[in-house]
């Protein structure tokens, strides 16, 4: 059965309901739209609709105000002339189940993951790293794996680069080439992403993709917000961490074809962050990603100014599209208008090129697909106002919304257990200590080598399990960066 989500009506007297049919909100979407046309409201009207038919959400709050979405809206003027137009009479302010996150564990619990989960190729993303020191960092996390170090934190990748550099000759013949300035260079990039609070980012306790995916007793949805507004200025950060969570819930959730509404809607703002300076590689592994997760039961939905800021090969795969007004000063703004334009199906009663110039706030072009997966001709709509509040909350309700979360006691204490930085430390403690003592005492440093050997290999074990070999597992966009290290 599905349950559909209203985004809003078409102009009176028609009135047209214009609905989302939960068993398609797994086929991705877009919303577009110049500066100040209501693409926030939207995003919000669409999150608190799936929330309310028990569809957890995640989404960013790059500007502050989607922490509304934890709060009773009010009726003012334009909220009751909207209702009005569009006939709605029962609209009834409404909280909606939230739950605030943020890298930095200021606006809400701290999000982290291990050095050894975002892995390399995110990594050097995220430090900016030309091609020769991602190679570099490549190695570093090969060495780590060989040696059964433990990467938690940005601590520990330091401790494995100094032990990079101490043995650079020796890997240098066994790996590949090492050089001094790339070592010195990724060390650099490390210092910037920790003067940044990138540093917060890594180490334990982990986020549990099960904590993003939580519903209430009474069966609604929670939606979890990410603290952005300080994050979205770190562009680099901000977009890799979240195409690290799109590729961890890849990597993670089963599959389950086809359901009566998502697992998860992942609603991923100022999208052209992600793809500004993608390579082709990275954009090719994003669009296979957004196309196969859809089986999973996770629903992606990209918000932009203009809808090019998605490449075509992706934008292609979002079936529900809303279009709010664009501006046409520039050329490069009349060939969004042009962009989109193509992207919709034709509907005789509109002209969409002239209509996306002349759209109000609050109004967008919305194509749906139809509960048969069937894209609808494009429409005309007023979009319904939220439920919650539009604007942004105190700090006083957000702490008192935070104090009240389910996952707090879990995330909000750190926790540093042994790990690469504490072994190596030993490891160099132990070595001095063996050739400080005298030439008599030969055997006694055969039983301190052995003794070594005997701690490193307890530690690997701890560290791998039962897994095969000594790799440490990590996550690198599912399977299509070659999958975690088994």
Known sequence: MTTPILLGKTAPPELKPIELASRVGNRHGLVAGATGTGKTVSLMTLAEGFSRIGVPVFL????????????????????????????????????????????????????????????????????????TQSGVLDIAFRLADDQGLLLLDLEDLRAVLVHLAERRKEVSTQYGLVSAPSIAAIQRALLRLESDGGARFFGEPALELSDLMRTTTDGRGVIGVLAADSLVLRPRLYSTFLLWLLSELFEQLPEVGDLDKPRLVFIFDEAHLLFDDATPALRQRVEQVVRLIRSKGVGVYFCSQFPDDVPGEILGQLGNRVQHALRAFTPRDQKAVRVAAETFVPNPAIDVTAALTQLAIGEALVSLLSAEGVPAPVERVLIAPPRSRIGPITAEERQQVRASSPVGAKYDAPLDRESAAELLARRAEQAASVAAAPPAKAAPRASNRQGLVETMAKQAARTVGSQIGRQIVRGLLGGLFGGRGR
Do not use: Q, Y
Request: avoid cysteine; aromatic fraction near 4%.
């Open 60 to 131: 960013a709050d790059v500007k502050g105000d989607v922490a509304g979405l934890a709060m009773p809206g009010t009726a003012n003027e334009r909220v009751r002339s909207r209702l009005d137009t569009l006939g709605i009479t029962d609209h009834a302010p409404e909280a909606n189940p939230v739950v605030f996150w943020d890298l930095f564990g200021a606006a809400g619990h701290p999000v982290r993951t291990t050095v050894s989960e975002i892995g390399p190729i995110l990594l050097s993303r995220m430090l900016e790293l030309n091609d």
